[in-house]
């Protein structure tokens, strides 16, 4: 029976495609089913196996529940659906699928067909753009969140009521992710510095850390809709009820429930309209200041941290459970990045159309600012002409007032300057993100438009084309011309606030047995030890000075005095400065390999004694490089340091040139035998401006040979798979290496430091 089951087989998946335990597995599902069955399965097994040789294991895992609600004519149907979803959202989706054979392809052959995102953009998209006043877009995905730039949403719905339902349901996510939006649940409308992904980051726990931000943030999104959109709300009373009940959340009570069990059936019933269940004073003091907060994040940063003390010192062996199914999940990541890429797309857009607006006039004579101005001039968000609404006279809104269909004006060399509708629409937008319409963004427009037109009273310094002031200035080599651009990218310095957290000491226990061995590996090179021959006193006779001082002897000649050698100990005299990349690049997998490098680089280099410093650079457009303080040369390894190290986290762009002068400068005043630059990165130099191929590489190379010239020794690490194309140009031949495995890059990093100063 088995040999005409493997003739069977071979027909449709060739037996070079199969190892032993693959055709094994296979047969332990075969064997059980009737011939017809059994012929039916080979048959789709031969159409999923070149797919996917995983899938087919699942869909072999499947097959008994499936049989039991499918026949045998039923099964390359369903074998179509699940290749369709497979194709569209991946393995896991797939999996989902099969999960539910009734729902997902049994209620639609029976004529309760689920509704699927294409058929109700046309309805949807106008609805949420009209909500938002944004042009948010709708995408479908495997997985409930936005980038704040577009919703993705489920692919269908498909339950057991109505179309109208499924739609329903449709809306009330699009909405809760327009109100997450709203409501800055990513905290791009603040002003402080620290960042969501910063404030997870404090926690030793931080999966736990944004669950529990997440669910607190949902309590807000909520309560803001239903007073908002209260019909909408309402008119989920039902499917409230029904989600409480199915997770269990009806009976809960301060003695009976944990935090997170009492917060979410205390937001089930809040949005159902139902008695609210009674919380402990803690937990309610928590949801009273949540939904107090309005939009100020410092006071859900507060109300998250007591929650997560509350829920890890009364559970310890709690699990967390699944978000909710309105909640979908939180990518702070994609988030920014998103706002970074709509900041510049709104830039162009009101540079172009400001300047097509703008009356064509000569140069006018600028007057001079005060130093403070041009002090911040470069800073973005602090130094910006406000494009403030106004009514026809001239006098500014009410805030109270409607701003959608009122004109907005610009003042230009003391004239009102009318702003079209598509540009009061760009400008709110602007203003949204920074609090004001930069200076430069409108310098800009005007010397498009071919002037030189100022807001009153506001000092005009240019993102593009003229050199900026204040702050530490660097030149950029411009290979085109063969010339500096003076005073051209300006450099920022911020410190990193440490992190809390187990991520040093578990990056310290993975790694225990490596970093032993390196401490005794660095421990002996402390000093160098090397024998000095010919010399006139030392530790022992040199054999071969003495030979030839008796040919010589020999042969009539006056012989030489040095017959002896000496033992000489050359202490080290080293500083290097590790240059990290954190650009947005790194995250992941990447980023944690260089924290876990710069862990065991430490470890080991404290044993050693070697003067080292440690620094992060980022950068976003020419008027803001910025550098990142971790470690300098005087500070000692601390718990401090740690922190710092662990709260590395991604920023913006690779501009390497401005780092890289700046660095030399600070190495040239260290007083070394050797000095060196080395530098961690991922990736090319590239901004967000037109720092890009041939000129970010031509600035990089002409930085390090300024290094070069000062006395430095620059040297590259890097994991990019492209790097041997560009490298060996910016570092020259032996400057560099290329680490293809990420997660070799921990244990790879000491040992290149070693080969470098032995």
Known sequence: MKNGLIERLQKVIPVEWLNDWERDEIFSHLTYHEPLVEKAVIEQLGIIWPISSALCFYFLDHLKNGLACLSTEQLPDWVKGILDVYEADGLQAARRYMDDVEGNFLCRIRGEKGLTLAEIIPKLLPYIRGLSRKTLDLQPSASLHTDTNT?????????????????????????????GIEQDIYCQQQTDPETLENFILSFEDQKLAMACYHLLQTVRVADFLKAYLPGLIRDGQTFFRRLRKEADLTDISPETGDGFAAVRSWLLAHCANDPLPELSGETESIIRKVVASDTHHKEVFAATTNFYERVRCHQEDFTLPCPLFFQGELRPQEARMARLSRREEHKQQFIKALAAVIPSRSAATQTEAEPAEKNQAHEVSESGASVSPMHQDGKKEKPEEDRQDDPRYICLDDEHLELPEEL???????????????????????QMAGGRGRASGINLQPEEGLPLHGGLLYDEWDFRRCGFRKNWCSLIEKRIVPAKGTFVSHTMEKYRGQILQLKRQFEMMRTQQRFVKRQKDGDDIDLDALTEAYADVRAGLVPSERLFVRLQRDERDIAALFLVDMSSSTEGWVGTALKESLVLLSEALHSLGDRYAIYGFSGMRRSRSEIFHVKDFTEPYSEEIKGRIAAISPMDYTRMGPPIRHFTMVLKDVD??????????????????????????????????????AGIHPFCISIDKEAQDYLGHIFGEINYTFINDVKKLPLRVPEIYRTLTS
């Open 424 to 446: 009061r629409h760009v400008a709110r937008e602007i203003e949204d993100d920074l609090g004001a319409v930069p200076s430069f963004y409108i310098a800009s427009a005007s």
């Open 151 to 179: 919703l993705f949403l489920p692919r269908e719905i498909t339950s057991p009521a109505n179309l109208s339902h499924n739609f329903y349901i449709y809306k009330l996510l699009a909405s809760f992710l327009w109100a």
């Open 672 to 709: 070394a035998r050797v000095r060196l630059l080395i530098i961690l990165t991922d990736g090319k130099p590239e901004d967000y401006d037109d720092y890009k191929g041939e000129y970010a590489i031509e600035d990089t190379r002409h930085a390090l040979i300024e290094a070069k010239a």
